[in-house]
């Protein structure tokens, strides 16, 4: 790995970022910030459909022209396909009530769908959207957001770090701390991997962190409060909930998607460099 885009920042406290399971671990624990600021992004919005407001978006992802999403809250969770020029829900299942459904990601057919405090995730079968088993994760703090590179899961906790897990046995093989030159960057929620980065958005914040997958190091961050201005013109978004959530992308086609917790619209945007 290189180091050298990397400084130590002046407030050397508390985690082993970049170094964790590298170094041993000592008293001194040291936090290794980014010596550069990342790049600012704005966005153009190439276009908007149809989303449904009962949609407490936890996971978004695009798959074979369909975009499949999952909702959150206890009670309310929900797995769907969801045609794209219409919003219309075409496929649904409910999770049992017990759980909060969280982010998820599809693999092999399979949906993997995490929830949020049971450390628990389940595995679902595209096509009849029956579950067939679940797993466990016991490292990491609880299930946020899901995407996936070519050998791995990809898990975001509500801290400032990220999982890579095993596609197949689902155990947690590593992870990775986020950082800009100046802070941990904490609450990355709804994950995407677009051209070997990961995005993530931050929960509350409006805002997309484009990370390094080796290094956790933020190299750019979209700036998206523009859209929750945008929403507010056709609905009243409750402050700090009905917020910012849920990134696809279309490889093909190279389309950007985002959402929010019951946005009554989904956005294909454009990310422009500042
Ligand atoms: N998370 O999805 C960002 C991980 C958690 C969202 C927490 C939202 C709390 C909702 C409480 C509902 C009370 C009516
Ligand atoms: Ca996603």
Same mark, same amino acid.
């Given at each position: &790995? %290189?180091?050298?885009?990397?400084? /130590? ?6 985690? !082993? ?14 936090? /290794?910030?980014?010596?550069?600021? $990342? ?10 459909? $149809? ?23 206890? +009670?309310?969770?929900? *797995? ?8 219309? /829900? ?35 079968? #595209? ?15 609880? +299930?946020?957001? !899901? ?43 709804? !994950?995407?991997?677009?051209? +070997?980065?990961?995005?993530? %958005? ?14 956790? &190091? ?5 700036? *998206?409060?523009? !859209? ?9 978004? /409750?402050? %700090? ?11 093909? %086609? ?14 294909? &945007?454009? #990310?422009?460099?500042?």
């Amino acid at each position: &790995i %290189n180091t050298t885009n990397l400084g /130590v920042g002046k407030h050397s406290i508390s985690a !082993l970022a970049f170094f964790e399971g590298k170094t041993k671990k000592t008293n001194a624990f040291i936090e /290794v910030f980014a010596n550069k600021k $990342p790049a600012i992004y704005n966005f153009k919005i190439v276009n908007t459909y $149809p989303h449904d407001t009962k949609a407490y978006t936890q996971g978004l992802e695009y798959y074979n022209g369909f975009l499949y999403e999952t909702t959150g809250r206890r +009670g309310q969770s929900t *797995l769907r396909k969801v045609e794209i020029k219409t919003g219309k /829900v075409l496929q649904k299942v409910d999770l049992d009530k017990k759980y909060f459904g969280e982010g998820m990601t599809i693999v092999n057919n399979k949906i993997i769908w995490l929830t949020w405090e049971n450390k628990k995730g389940f595995v679902y079968d #595209l096509e009849t959207f029956k579950q067939e088993k679940e797993f466990a994760y016991n490292k990491s703090k609880e +299930g946020w957001g !899901l995407t996936q590179n070519k050998d791995q899961l990809i898990k975001s906790d509500g801290t400032n770090k990220i999982w890579f897990l095993d596609k197949e046995t689902f155990k947690e093989k590593k992870s990775i701390q986020v950082y800009t030159h100046d802070r941990a960057l904490e609450s990355l929620n709804e !994950l995407e991997l677009i051209d +070997g980065k990961i995005y993530g %958005n931050i929960y509350q914040k409006s805002a997309i962190a484009i990370i390094n997958p080796e290094t956790g &190091i933020v190299e750019g961050l979209a700036d *998206l409060r523009s !859209l929750e201005k945008e929403m507010a013109k056709t609905q009243k978004l /409750v402050a %700090n909930d009905e917020v910012l959530n849920g990134i696809a992308y279309d490889k093909e %086609n190279n389309r950007i998607f985002v959402t929010g917790k019951y946005w009554g619209k989904l956005f294909e &945007i454009e #990310l422009i460099k500042k």
